[in-house]
């Protein structure tokens, strides 16, 4: 192993007591982020004005820093852009998928997607009609529901509630055996585990930065074209950032060159300026090399839970081949537990029904983190802890 995970959890501003078990939800503050958001506040956007567009450099952002968000996902240079959010991405790259797929009307997608993802392509079919739907099955049984109709395979490939990973690339060679694109969301995998979208097939993938990126809460969406579609695809989403020839404010929309068409409106400057700062900390990681600390994490924690809390019941596949960068367990008071474990600093989630979820994030979780957390979390099993009125309330975000 070449990555030293030492100096990257150095490089992380984590609060004094806290065991933050949630990157995979929200990515802590990356010690270089206020430094340049503030430079970019005050040295660009307050000496330069608007001429921070070309002198700072503002307009060629969402591709350049796309970029590096591309080695992360094993993607060729020059087919990452960022912008928006990713519910928009996953839309725009729905509606340019089936417009490559005339004849074929069905979106396969599975139970353990995300809502968002679910909820904008039934949003695009009512829109497109004509037949259009979208059919789900269980995540264990998508490779045997991928036939002849299916216009396009539509996943996320780390489930948010499980951490259960599909095989990105079988699923994406089947598809493409009956003529479907494959679309791959990839919010719980892009520098989580060893992802390999141009190695895996993948026809478009989709992702949002603010989770094991760390840009920050509304950080920006990322969205791939694989290059044999860039330069066919027409963006649903037609905006004037991904026209050909914005500054030409032609009233006819011709698209812009390969994965520029792709964007949409003016970027989140500040939010990218965060994002590139984050992404500093991942020179000289090796995805390699994170996926085998997170693998040992969460077989620790695994490991851990099961030998001191037998009441929690494992949710999360064991087999590494199936298994995102985090581990979910099933209890029936899944969320008054997880309000106890953050009262005593494990910070974790809680996602309906009755998932408690804890995201291992190498970059600054390790062995010992494991340990506290286990600790703590037998803790409040044997002595019920969690038993409390205050532990029961839900916020809007739970
Ligand atoms: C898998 C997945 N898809 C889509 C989304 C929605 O992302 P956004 O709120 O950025 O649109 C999320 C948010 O957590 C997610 O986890």
């Not at 003016?266 to 000289?284: C, K, R, S």
């Not at 929690?312 to 899944?334: D, I, K, M, Y």
């Not at 910070?347 to 979820?357: S, W, Y």
Request: hydrophobic residues 45%; glycine residues 10%; aromatic residues 8%.
């Amino acid at each position: 192993m070449t990555t030293d995970f030492a100096r990257t959890r150095s490089l992380f501003d984590l609060p004094e007591g806290v065991i933050y078990l949630d990157g995979n939800s929200l990515g802590p503050l990356p010690r270089g982020v206020a430094a340049r958001v503030q430079r970019t506040i005050t040295a660009e956007w307050g000496q330069m004005l608007i001429t921070g567009w070309n002198k700072a450099g503002w307009m060629d952002q969402p591709t350049r820093i796309g970029d590096r968000i591309g080695r992360l996902i094993g993607a060729e240079a020059g087919h990452v852009v960022l912008g928006d959010t990713l519910s928009i991405k996953v839309y725009q790259a729905l509606a340019s998928a089936l417009e490559l797929q005339p004849g074929k009307r069905v979106i396969l997608s599975d139970t353990g997607n995300f809502p968002s993802d679910l909820y904008m392509a039934e949003g695009l079919c009512r829109t497109l009609g004509d037949g259009y739907t979208v059919k789900t099955v269980a995540p264990e049984v998508v490779m045997q529901a991928i036939d002849d109709s299916v216009a396009v395979l539509m996943l996320t490939e780390v489930d948010y509630r499980t951490g259960r990973r599909h095989d990105l690339p079988a699923l994406t060679a089947k598809a493409h055996s009956v003529g479907a694109l494959a679309i791959w969301d990839l919010a719980h995998s892009a520098g989580a585990t060893d992802v390999k979208v141009a190695e895996g097939g993948a026809d478009f993938a989709v992702g949002c930065s603010y989770k094991y990126l760390n840009s920050g809460p509304g950080g920006p969406a990322f969205i791939y074209v694989a290059p044999r579609h860039a330069p066919q695809v027409r963006p649903a989403l037609s905006g004037w950032l991904g026209h050909e020839s914005p500054f030409a404010f032609d009233l006819a929309y011709r698209p812009g060159s390969g994965i520029e068409r792709m964007r949409v409106g003016t970027p989140p400057v500040l939010q990218i300026a965060a994002l590139d700062a984050a992404l500093d900390v991942w020179e000289g990681v090796e995805i390699a090399d994170l996926r085998a600390r997170s693998l040992e994490l969460t077989d620790a924690f695994i490991a851990g839970v099961e030998a001191a809390c037998p009441d929690l019941v494992l949710a999360t596949p064991r087999e590494h081949r199936w298994r995102g960068s985090q581990v979910s367990f099933h209890h029936p008071q899944g969320f008054a537990i997880m309000q106890a474990l953050i009262s005593r600093g494990v910070i974790g989630d809680f996602r309906a029904p009755d998932i408690l979820r804890f995201g291992f994030t190498p970059l600054f979780i390790g062995l010992d983190e494991v340990e506290g957390a286990v600790a703590i979390l037998s803790e409040i099993m044997a002595t019920d802890a969690w038993n409390r009125p205050e532990f029961m309330t839900r916020g809007r975000v739970t």
